[in-house]
């Protein structure tokens, strides 16, 4: 008998991306997926069409050939389209992946964003990605400020204009240091933030002992989030570097002598430990740096408490970031610098966005209260 694929799953499309890697498009409960062909996923609804069609289990040898067919026809017959991580661009729209299991898309443009199920672009959903909330309007930015053990109203500015900066795809990211002393909540701050956008099973990981780890961490997560670094090697400082700004990747293909694996990425990442740990100039030029104060035992919360009270806060906390990112979209092609710095783009983005940051400044400032007051 042969198979081919058909409803209630249809699959409605093949297409490849700039790598030559397969896709297929799937219609499933009336929203469209998108899976790698020679990925499990893939592989396993495969397996349950031919089931559901045959009644028969297929034989290892049948899916072989269903997928090498499905692969010949996406890499020579169909078009070719990017698939992208978290977050993607398309028409002077911002695209941010729900991750969750309709997948749903928030669409944000000049004149606001609203949540879509069928957006223009494609996503591809990495192993460990979480879903964000359904974003919610009403909110108001300053509400994350209890949450964070920063000093200062100015620190909470640069810390909502990095996360407005890891909104837009593509461009320059500064990379976030957080400084400060045992128990200062530094890692409970890389987690609140990238939960905020690309909230992952791993939040943090160790530092990459090689370019192929980093490459493999950018291919699978928006925000690279890196705990506890004790010192940066000059390899790993160079790679945040065109990390940051835009920079390719080379290796040598696995099992063969002369076959590279190439990877272009630009990726918004957090780095925080003890130490100083930012030596070289090029990656101080491209860094945010915060330095967190000490926390008094009497005044520490557990972090139970402190992540269910926030996860009550996050659906309007992310409205009012999505509405900071519609007002600066609204406001960029009018943009024009005085002088064009280095990270550029980053100044001129927030810029953009600085009359809703400047809201957050002021609201911050007049309630703003020592980090031992609120902890």
Same mark, same amino acid.
């Given at each position: 008998?042969v198979?081919t694929?058909t409803?209630?799953?249809a699959l409605?499309?093949?297409?490849? @991306?700039p790598?030559?890697t397969a896709?297929? @498009?799937l219609?499933i =409960? ?5 899976w790698?062909?020679?990925s ?6 495969l397996?349950?069409?031919?089931y559901?069609q045959?009644?028969?289990a297929?034989?290892p040898?049948?899916i ?8 010949a026809r996406?890499?020579?017959?169909a078009?070719?389209r990017?698939?992208h991580?978290? $977050?993607a661009? *398309?028409d ?8 969750? +299991? =309709?997948?749903?898309? %928030?669409?944000?443009g000049?004149?606001g ?13 990495a192993?460990?990605?979480l879903?964000?909330?359904a974003?919610?309007?009403?909110g108001?930015?300053? /509400?994350?400020a209890?949450?964070l053990n920063?000093r200062e109203?100015?620190?909470f500015?640069? #810390?909502v204009?990095?996360l407005l900066a890891s909104l837009?795809?593509?461009v320059p990211y500064p990379?976030? #240091?957080?400084a400060?002393?045992?128990g200062?909540a530094k890692?409970?701050?890389? +987690? $609140?933030?990238?939960a905020l956008i690309?909230p992952n099973?791993a939040p943090?990981?160790a530092?990459p002992?090689?370019?192929?780890d980093l490459?493999? /961490?950018a291919k699978n997560?928006?925000i690279?989030a890196?705990?506890n670094?004790s ?6 400082s160079? /790679?945040?570097c065109r990390?940051a700004?835009?920079?390719g990747?080379a290796?040598? +293909? ?5 076959d590279? %694996?190439l990877?272009?990425a630009?990726?918004? /990442? $957090?780095?925080?430990?003890i130490?100083d740990?930012?030596?070289?100039s090029d990656l101080a030029?491209?860094? $945010?740096?915060?330095?967190l104060?000490?926390i008094a035992?009497e =005044?520490r919360r557990?972090?139970?408490?402190l992540?269910?009270e926030l996860?009550a806060m ?6 009012a970031?999505l =509405?900071?990112?519609?007002h600066?979209l609204?406001r960029f092609?009018?943009?024009?610098l ?8 980053f100044?001129?983005?927030?810029t953009?966005?600085e009359?809703?940051?400047?809201? %957050?400044?002021?609201c911050?400032?007049r309630?703003?209260? +020592?980090?031992?007051?609120r *902890?």
């Amino acid at each position: 008998m042969v198979f081919t694929p058909t409803l209630p799953c249809a699959l409605t499309s093949l297409f490849h @991306d700039p790598t030559d890697t397969a896709f297929a @498009d799937l219609t499933i =409960d009336g929203h469209r997926e998108t899976w790698p062909i020679r990925s499990r996923q893939f592989r396993a609804w495969l397996r349950r069409q031919h089931y559901e069609q045959t009644g028969c289990a297929a034989s290892p040898a049948t899916i072989s050939s269903m997928l090498d067919l499905l692969e010949a026809r996406a890499q020579f017959d169909a078009p070719e389209r990017s698939v992208h991580i978290r $977050i993607a661009e *398309h028409d002077k729209h911002i695209y941010l992946d729900l991750t969750d +299991k =309709d997948w749903r898309t %928030v669409q944000i443009g000049p004149d606001g964003w609203r949540i879509v199920s069928s957006p223009p672009v494609r996503f591809c959903r990495a192993p460990g990605m979480l879903p964000l909330p359904a974003p919610q309007r009403g909110g108001s930015i300053d /509400a994350l400020a209890p949450y964070l053990n920063l000093r200062e109203p100015n620190e909470f500015v640069l #810390v909502v204009a990095w996360l407005l900066a890891s909104l837009p795809q593509g461009v320059p990211y500064p990379v976030l #240091v957080i400084a400060g002393e045992q128990g200062s909540a530094k890692t409970a701050l890389t +987690k $609140i933030l990238r939960a905020l956008i690309d909230p992952n099973v791993a939040p943090t990981r160790a530092p990459p002992r090689e370019e192929r780890d980093l490459m493999i /961490a950018a291919k699978n997560g928006h925000i690279l989030a890196f705990d506890n670094v004790s010192g940066l090697p000059s390899w790993l400082s160079g /790679a945040l570097c065109r990390l940051a700004t835009g920079g390719g990747f080379a290796i040598r +293909k696995l099992y063969t002598d002369c076959d590279e %694996v190439l990877f272009q990425a630009v990726r918004p /990442a $957090i780095l925080n430990g003890i130490e100083d740990i930012v030596h070289r100039s090029d990656l101080a030029d491209r860094a $945010i740096f915060l330095t967190l104060g000490p926390i008094a035992d009497e =005044d520490r919360r557990t972090e139970r408490e402190l992540w269910r009270e926030l996860e009550a806060m996050r659906p309007r906390i992310l409205g009012a970031l999505l =509405d900071a990112a519609a007002h600066g979209l609204r406001r960029f092609p009018s943009i024009r610098l005085e002088r064009s710095p280095r990270m550029a783009d980053f100044t001129r983005w927030a810029t953009a966005c600085e009359n809703c940051i400047l809201a %957050v400044w002021y609201c911050v400032a007049r309630l703003w209260r +020592k980090p031992q007051d609120r *902890h």
